[in-house]
């Protein structure tokens, strides 16, 4: 895609940002003459996350010829907004390059920016010349990257594009069977949901079992015991989970058609489905092997302050 930005041509800059990690502030005097590409992101995002191993490979790449990569962390929930959060978010995650920090948007809307991830890659005199927002795209990116480290004088670039391993949370999603898309548990954004037994949800469907209660953001678990059910067709399930208590750890269990998940376990619990949620995160629950049908997805915890913010799919 060639500019088309609602009228953001040049590099507004990072003076919006209220700190930074992994560097000092970048100023534009220190990015004048590199190859610049801002990358939108929130730790908690699937569809960032899978998009993570080409923009860490592109840096590690590029950097010698003048690509500076910069990470914009713009929170989505309100978690993420904590610095703790984000500093460890980026240790897990082999987040390197630079980050600004970005808990007020004003970074975001300097850039009118309305998607995560979002990538814009700037020339060497700060022009934009490319964005891709959500995934994909990744060759054009690259090339775009080639191109312009070549405008700014590199006669070194490499023709070929790098390679990436595809794991854990950033393999690339089953695009021919994912049929459940992105679903919040919060009353704000909630849709789809069923009052009624888990073996009676239709495809899409979610419920609550327990005593919980619908905040704007996420649903809260009052009670121990409390159980989510989803009937949905997909390789991997995910869900955004935070302990209400500081440092509390609590266990929760997986079942997949009322039954442990096996070899359908996702990296975040074993075969017997058992997993602890410790800090605010991402879980994968489930990465199935094999054919891919409608399922029935329930998870249950041991102990009462579960915040339950959003599912995603792969």
């Not at 934009?128 to 994909?136: C, D, K, L, P, S």
């Not at 619908?214 to 809260?220: D, F, G, K, R």
């Not at 991402?282 to 094999?290: A, C, E, K, N, S």
């Amino acid at each position: 895609m060639r500019l088309a930005l609602s009228g953001v041509e040049q590099l507004p800059g990072f003076d919006a940002s209220t700190g930074w990690l992994n560097s000092e502030p970048l100023t534009d005097e220190e990015l004048r003459g590199k190859v610049v590409l801002v990358d939108f992101w929130t730790y908690t995002c699937i569809n960032w996350l899978r998009t993570l191993g080409f923009v860490r490979a592109w840096g590690e790449r590029y950097e010698d010829q003048g690509l500076v990569v910069v990470g914009v962390h713009t929170p989505e929930f309100p978690f993420e907004r904590d610095l703790d959060n984000v500093r460890e978010a980026a240790k897990d995650l082999t987040v390197e390059y630079p980050i600004a920090l970005d808990p007020d948007y004003g970074v975001w809307d300097a850039f009118s920016n309305r998607y995560w991830p979002a990538v814009y890659i700037a020339d060497a005199e700060g022009r934009i010349r490319h964005h891709q927002f959500g995934e994909g795209g990744y060759e054009e990116c690259e090339r775009i990257i080639q191109q312009l480290l070549r405008e700014a004088g590199r006669d070194d670039v490499a023709d070929d594009l790098v390679s990436v391993a595809e794991e854990g949370f950033e393999a690339q999603a089953d695009w021919p069977n994912l049929e459940t898309s992105e679903t919040y548990l919060g009353s704000a954004q909630a849709r789809n949901f069923a009052d009624g037994p888990p073996d009676r949800l239709e495809l899409n469907e979610w419920t609550l079992a327990g005593d919980w209660t619908v905040e704007p953001h996420a649903s809260i678990l009052n009670e121990a015991g409390g159980r989510i059910a989803f009937r949905f067709h997909a390789r991997d399930v995910h869900l955004v989970l935070r302990a209400r208590e500081p440092d509390a750890s609590v266990p929760f269990r997986v079942l997949l058609d009322g039954a442990p998940p096996g070899p359908a376990h996702g990296v975040d619990v074993d075969e017997d489905g058992r997993g602890t949620l410790v800090r605010p995160r991402l879980y994968q629950l489930i990465r199935q092997p094999g054919s891919i049908g409608d399922r029935t997805f329930e998870i249950s915890f041991e102990a009462p302050g579960v915040e339950a913010y959003a599912f995603t799919f792969g």
